[in-house]
C-alpha cells in the first residue's frame, strides 16, 4: 500500500534552517508529481511546494520563494524540502503528498516544524 512517512521537524529559532524528508513507498514514485503542504493552527491548508514527476520542474508559494527548496531523489524513493531563513509563520505541521490528477490523493501522517525562539 503507499506509505508516505516525514521525518525532520522540530524547533528551531527563527532564521535557522530544517530539512524534511519524506520516505515514500508502495507505487512507482518516480512517475508522481510530489509536493509538501502545511497547516498552522487555526489556518487553512498551504500548498508550500510541488515537484515534477522527474524533478524538472518546482513550483513555490509566495511566502516561501527564496526560502524553501524541494528536490527529489528517485533512487531512493524520497523527496525532501530545505527550508532556511524559517520565520515564526512557518510554524505548521507539514505533510508529504503524492499527486494524481490535479489534487493529491495520499497523505502522510506530517511532522512539526515550530520556530520560536
Known amino acids: 500500500q503507499v506509505q508516505l512517512v516525514e521525518s525532520g521537524g522540530g524547533l528551531v529559532q527563527p532564521g535557522g534552517s530544517l530539512r524534511l524528508s519524506c520516505a515514500a513507498s508502495?507505487?512507482?514514485?518516480?512517475?508522481?508529481?510530489m509536493s509538501w503542504y502545511r497547516q498552522a493552527p487555526g489556518k487553512e491548508r498551504e500548498l508550500v511546494a510541488s515537484?515534477?514527476?522527474?524533478?524538472?520542474?518546482?513550483n513555490y508559494a509566495d511566502s516561501v520563494k527564496g526560502r524553501f527548496t524541494i528536490s527529489r531523489d528517485n533512487a531512493k524513493n524520497t523527496v525532501n524540502l530545505q527550508m532556511n531563513s524559517l520565520k515564526r509563520e512557518d510554524t505548521a505541521v507539514y505533510y508529504c503528498?503524492?499527486?494524481?490528477?490535479?489534487?493529491?490523493?495520499?497523505w502522510g501522517q506530517g511532522t512539526q516544524v515550530t520556530v520560536s525562539s
Open positions: 515537484i515534477a514527476s522527474t524533478g524538472g520542474s518546482t
Open positions: 508502495g507505487f512507482a514514485f518516480s512517475m508522481y508529481v
Open positions: 503528498t503524492r499527486w494524481y490528477g490535479v489534487s493529491p490523493d495520499y
